[in-house]
């Protein structure tokens, strides 16, 4: 897993001054198809329901795919930075990408475990491999007990889509445009989530 860590480089203040390309547009062209993230989403969210025998295992299965999708976006995140840093390499990182899967899904099931186990313990931790980590899931705490379905059910649409986005991004548009990531920080891959997860929102309303 520390496959890309070793490419990632500090950007220099003259970097810092040139904004990042918008990757905006290319989810404006996704959910204009019929497989759009969104759409794809709303199916995995029907699917989730259906499962779930009672109103507190929906939303024990809610809170479970938010915080796993949420940690597995932070893998991508790191990877789109590597490879807008060094586009040369993205066949080869791609596939490394792919081929960790297993590794990483561990990864982000411990943690996930973890995280779970901070909610329902109302916030208490003895400490765990996730401790220092719980400060970004002590907001979800007081909406579990609250059983507020339609928060979780607006956080789940939000990061499965930009789940479905990421994956369509990197397996789809990136392998015809290498250097379609050239320039992209933690910010602006932020600000690209940040504007997928108001497309939902709005939708939703």
Do not use: W
Request: charged share 25%; net charge negative.
């Amino acid at each position: 897993m520390q496959f890309f860590s070793h490419f990632l480089k500090s950007s220099t203040k003259e970097e810092n001054d040139v904004p990042a390309p918008s990757l905006n547009h290319f989810f404006d062209e996704m959910i204009s198809h019929s497989d759009s993230p969104f759409i794809l989403a709303i199916e995995d969210l029907k699917k989730l329901e259906e499962t779930s025998s009672s109103t507190q295992e929906y939303l024990e299965y809610l809170l479970e795919d938010i915080i796993f999708t949420s940690l597995h976006l932070t893998f991508y995140e790191k990877l789109f930075i590597v490879l807008g840093q060094h586009s040369h390499l993205a066949i080869e990182m791609m596939d490394k990408f792919s081929e960790d899967i297993k590794e990483r899904e561990f990864i982000i099931g411990q943690e996930t475990f973890c995280h779970i186990q901070y909610i329902e313990n109302h916030g208490i931790c003895q400490g765990c491999k996730a401790h220092d980590n719980h400060q970004d899931v002590f907001a979800l705490i007081e909406h579990y007990f609250n059983q507020d379905i339609d928060f979780f059910v607006q956080l789940y649409l939000g990061m499965q889509t930009i789940q479905y986005s990421f994956d369509k991004l990197l397996y789809d548009i990136l392998p015809e445009n290498e250097s379609l990531l050239v320039g992209q920080s933690e910010q602006s891959i932020l600000e690209y989530r940040k504007y997928i997860f108001n497309y939902v929102s709005r939708e939703l309303k």
